[in-house]
């Protein structure tokens, strides 16, 4: 890839992660004031990051997903500063766009609490050593 082919991936690159924004801040239902607002950014700023004319920095990335409530990593993905990881179905629910928020959130709290959850095997060695504690009391 050649300097001319880097950059255009590049703006390409800006330009999509503008367009995600806004899909976001639309679904929000959060105008771009309200959305800047929140952020603490500019309306003018935040209108040229959504447009694909800047490139925000890791931290206006964190402020925007703070305010559109997504997951940071999304957005810095989407902006090339972190590398999608294969089968990460967290990052596929915040990143899903015909999602609404209420959506997301149920989505990843049930996945989160199946992950999280260890299939009953804590419960197995209890079980287990219960009836050892038993036969040396008695």
């Known amino acids: 890839m050649d300097a001319k082919e880097a950059k255009e991936a590049a703006t390409g690159k800006v330009r999509d992660l503008g367009a995600f924004i806004r899909d976001q801040r639309k679904t929000a239902q959060l105008s771009l004031r309200n959305l800047a607002k929140q952020a603490g950014v500019s309306n003018p700023y935040l209108s040229q990051i959504e447009r694909g004319l800047r490139k925000p920095s890791a931290e206006i990335l964190q402020a925007l997903a703070s305010a559109l409530r997504i997951s940071a990593e999304t957005l810095y993905i989407k902006a090339g500063i972190l590398e999608e990881r294969d089968g990460d179905l967290a990052a ?3 990143a899903d ?8 959130r149920a989505l990843l709290e049930v996945y989160l609490s199946f992950r999280n959850s260890d299939a009953g ?3 197995a060695p209890a079980q287990a050593d219960e009836p050892d504690q038993a036969a040396s009391q008695g």
Request: charged share 30%; hydrophobic share 35%; proline share 7%.
């Open 92 to 94: 596929a629910i915040l």
């Open 97 to 104: 766009a015909s999602l609404t928020e209420q959506q997301r």
């Open 121 to 123: 095997e804590p419960d």
